[in-house]
């Protein structure tokens, strides 16, 4: 049954803690679930998990779904209008969700709830729309001498899009919502079926989407979702081979895990991973960087694989901006309860990822790093006790290869740099095992955009970034494989067949 919970706030409202298999909610018969709200380290719900072989039902229901249903041949007239259905339940029910990214994200409410919810809502109508203006059929460029055969034959090539099959669909804890919905949607609308398999640290953004399949009428099977507690779960679906596809979201270590889990069944792999992501300061733009730190620091506690964690400035003004970001990010910082509607510094997601950035801040000062603020769990905060908060934090390092400039942290805590000139900032920005995004600042943008060519990274913004759901994102080297979002990022949910036609 779904679990009725009250929170401190004293609103009263109901969690659905059921699996969602074959079209029917079922309870978890595998290890309950215990859900931490981050804001206050208290457990406040337990989902009984799923058991291994209710994640083999759920896969053996989308691998049935997908060959005998019809929902992977249907009409897009037909399909179509039950996905927007789906997205409409999830704007019916954005109180709900941006409840629970309050309570089992940490999200605060003011600044980072909003982006959760709001933004992937308007994406869902947007994937649909633009999914309709691809084409199922495109005609492949053979020159004009090769379309007529020796025989006299007239030959014509075709690329047709069809969909994978079955795709287990595993998520993120930072942007839980967001990171299924940019998974389900583009996967049911280009007519796979789906597995949806939450991180075990936010699994309930994750369970209301049975809700959302049962209310728009999937046939049973197309979607299913289950949570589970550890690994488990995410292994059965990366190596059964009734799954075609594994779309990832998070660390680098486990998605190349991932990588080795699903070789022998040779699935399509997209995998959104880490990043370790550059901010570089033209001289020209100097008095921009003050506000660096707070960015990335107020953006769910540095919780974001994309965020710009190194900042490079000219080694001239190095000091000057940092007391400059110091300031900014004390003026901006409130650190609080995240349901209290003046924090804007909330909770990292748990007690061992707040550990982790207190390991990497001490590993940065054993190499030389200094610490200029933050650095530590704060203390003497009314409201935030047995909270997992960690400071937001400004480093002093003198290269880019202290080990806080080299590992992702995924938290409030940031790399000042000095650079000697622009090819010293990018040799440095690119001196990294990731690649998913950076950031050029400069008033030249003409100069900027060529800084901007240089780096080798997955998405590069310039003055300012772009979430939308039509322009794509997706990383090099351990920051990931192929796409999400954009033209992209619904191919990904498609295989290529290639028809040659001639006539008789």
């Not at 609308?189 to 009428?217: K, Y």
Request: hydrophobic share 40%.
């Amino acid at each position: 049954m779904a679990s009725t919970v009250k929170e401190r706030s004293a609103r009263k409202f109901v969690i659905e803690t059921r699996m969602y298999i074959d079209g029917t909610f079922v309870a978890g018969n595998g290890e309950p679930l215990p859900v931490e709200n981050p804001g206050t380290g208290e457990v406040f719900i337990e989902v009984p998990g799923a058991s291994g072989a209710q994640v083999k039902q759920a896969i053996a229901a989308a691998r049935r779904a997908f060959d005998e249903s019809g929902w992977a041949t249907l009409a897009d007239a037909e399909r179509i209008p039950m996905v927007r259905k789906l997205v409409d339940f999830f704007t019916e029910n954005s109180d709900r969700l941006k409840e629970l990214a309050l309570l089992e994200a940490g999200a605060p409410v003011s600044t980072v709830v909003p982006a959760q919810i709001d933004m992937p809502l308007k994406h869902g109508y947007e994937i649909i729309d633009l999914y309709e203006q691809l084409p199922p059929i495109e005609e492949n460029p053979i020159p004009l001498a090769e379309r007529v055969s020796a025989k006299g034959n007239v030959v014509q090539s075709m690329r047709r899009y069809v969909p994978v099959g079955v795709v287990g669909a595993i998520s993120a804890y930072n942007f839980p919502f967001y990171t299924n919905f940019w998974k389900v949607i583009p996967a049911l609308i280009t007519g796979n079926t789906v597995v949806l398999r939450p991180s075990p640290l936010t699994p309930l953004s994750a369970l209301i989407f049975g809700e959302a399949a049962d209310a728009a009428g999937l046939p049973a099977g197309v979607l299913n979702v289950i949570a589970d507690k550890g690994a488990e779960g995410g292994v059965i679906l990366s190596e059964s081979e009734d799954v075609d596809m594994i779309a990832f979201t998070g660390s680098s270590q486990v998605g190349k895990a991932v990588m080795v889990q699903v070789s022998p069944t040779m699935k399509k792999l997209q995998l959104e991973l880490g990043g370790k992501s550059a901010q570089i300061y033209m001289p020209d733009a100097v008095p921009q960087a003050a506000a660096a730190a707070a960015t990335v620091c107020l953006a769910h506690a540095g919780q974001g694989c994309v965020l710009g964690t190194r900042i490079f400035v000219p080694e001239a003004d190095k000091q000057a901006t940092i007391q400059a970001m110091a300031a900014a990010l004390e003026q901006s910082a409130r650190i609080g309860n995240p349901a209290d509607p003046t924090t804007t510094f909330g909770p990292v997601i748990s007690a061992a990822q707040r550990d982790r950035c207190e390991h990497f801040v001490k590993l940065a000062v054993e190499a030389g790093g200094k610490i200029v603020t933050g650095g530590k769990q704060p203390e003497g905060i009314e409201g935030i006790e047995g909270g997992f908060f960690f400071e937001p934090t400004i480093l002093d390092v003198a290269d880019n290869k202290n080990p806080a400039a080299q590992e992702e942290i995924f938290g409030p805590v940031v790399c000042v740099i000095g650079y000697r000139d622009l090819d010293h900032a990018v040799e440095m920005a690119n001196d990294s095992v990731y690649g998913l995004s950076g950031h050029i600042f400069g008033k030249d943008v003409r100069a900027a955009i060529e800084v901007a060519s240089k780096l080798r990274t997955g998405t590069v913004n310039v003055n300012g970034g772009l979430s939308s759901a039509y322009a794509s994102s997706g990383g090099w080297g351990s920051s990931g494989i192929n796409r999400e979002r954009g033209p992209e990022g619904i191919r990904v949910y498609q295989q290529i067949t290639v028809l040659n036609v001639q006539n008789l």
